[in-house]
């Protein structure tokens, strides 16, 4: 029933296309069919510090961000071996997989890192990791805020399969990017070129695009942490072959979200309340269209029912008056807009924040005492940040053994479209 009343929801806005009309999440009950978990993850242990990684640009490239701050490059080295690159003598890909009901997928909380491991392509394509991050640390610091949402669109859609990254193919089937919540990220093309330098060194079939995207979040927050916030990414996902539009919204927490939705919604995708609110530390940095938080479904620049600091609510008043109906666009973090840090916390602490789903951080107790611990500690919520993407980024994942297992999985040689096309 609650899945039938999300489909008309959605059917309902399949017209709602224009970024304009991006804050009509439509559905005050957004996050429909949660099943209750039985079994949490057990906590992320991260894996011992390791040696810096080889880091060689190899074209000319802008200034580090901090030349002031002479941190060592991140650690990388793998401590775990990595598994046989994938062979490409392998028999057949697996058939073309063509659904016939593109119903949003019952949400499955899976394992913390279901057969991913650190340095997964040491041995097949052993700077898959560098060029990445070389190709990041060229992007603008807007375009590094994107990928880090890019990375959690993708994993809360179908896990993280790279799916947010596929183009429209069939008229009448249009894909997770057009989705609502989707109309506005950003770093499509960082991707497509870390993926078109990775095929040219190491050939096809050998790095997915699961895996750049998961990279390229891990380091777009060490670029905007100044080089602090480093951290192993595990790898070894594959592509899937599918994308739709109308399981964005289910699965895709909206700005006015509840604390219990948000709790339920990632609880659905296996993990906690606690790195809930850490991973929604990633508002310290970005954008956001003045439609996401004054709208119709969310009127926090009203005074009589938002609890927003009334100086921060008069100067967004301002920011967001438009002549020609443009949905213009603020910072989300006044002070600190590029920096990844714990001022986010400090932010909802000082009702200095754009969404009701921020705000609403201070709505339970759990949540509210996890807020004012990161607000107090920069290092440990660092920390705990380092862990939650890492956790994120193994949500529902797909890997080789369901390629073997001839599951619809495959590495995708351009990660707009699927192999077969
Ligand atoms: C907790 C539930 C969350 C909600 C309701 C939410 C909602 C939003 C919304 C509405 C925007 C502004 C979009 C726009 O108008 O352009 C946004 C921006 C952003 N979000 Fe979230 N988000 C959530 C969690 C997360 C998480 C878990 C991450 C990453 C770990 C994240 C990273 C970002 C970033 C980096 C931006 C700025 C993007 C840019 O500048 O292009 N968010 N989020």
Sequence with gaps: MAKLAAVLTLIALLGCAARTCQAEYGNPTPVPSIPSITSPPPPYTPTTPSPPPPYTPTTPSP???TPATPS??????PT???????????????????????SPPPPIPSPPTKGLVVGYYQQSCPRAEDIVREVVRDASAGIMAGLIRLFFHDCFVRGCDASVLLDQVDPNSPPEKLGVPNLSLRGFEVIDAAKARIEKECGSDVVSCADVLAFAGRDA??????????????????DG???????????????????????????????????????????????????????SFSDRLNPSTSDMDPTLMSSLREQCKSDNGTDNTVVQD?????????????????????FDSDAALMK??????????????????????????????????KTRTDFLDRAPVEIRRNCRVVNSH
């Excluded at 994938?86 to 009901?101: D, M, N, R």
């Excluded at 927050?221 to 594959?238: E, W």
Aim: glycine content about 4%; some cysteine; hydrophobic content about 30%.
């Design 334 to 354: 006044i002070n600190t807009p590029n920096k990844v840090d714990n001022k986010y916390y400090k932010n909802v602490l000082s009702h200095e924040v754009l």
């Design 364 to 397: 339970a107790d759990d949540t509210s005492a996890a807020v004012r611990a990161n607000a107090k500690d920069n290092g440990v919520w660092e920390e705990k940040f380092k862990a939650a993407m890492v956790r994120m980024g193994a949500i529902e994942v």
């Design 241 to 295: 072959l599918v994308s739709f539009k109308n399981e964005t919204l289910p699965n895709l927490p909206p700005p006015f979200a509840t604390v219990d939705q948000l709790k339920a919604n990632f609880a659905s995708k296996g993990l906690t309340a606690d790195e809930m609110v850490t991973l929604s530390g990633a508002h310290t940095i970005g954008i956001s269209h003045c439609s996401s938080f004054n709208s």
């Design 221 to 238: 927050t060490y670029f905007l942490s100044n080089k602090k916030v480093y951290f192993n990414m595990t790898a070894g996902r594959y």
């Design 80 to 102: 775990t071996p990595s598994p046989p690159p994938p062979t490409p003598a392998t028999p057949s890909p697996p058939p073309p997989y063509t659904p016939t009901t593109p």
């Design 63 to 65: 200034p580090p961000p």
């Design 72 to 77: 060592p490059p991140p650690p990388y080295i």
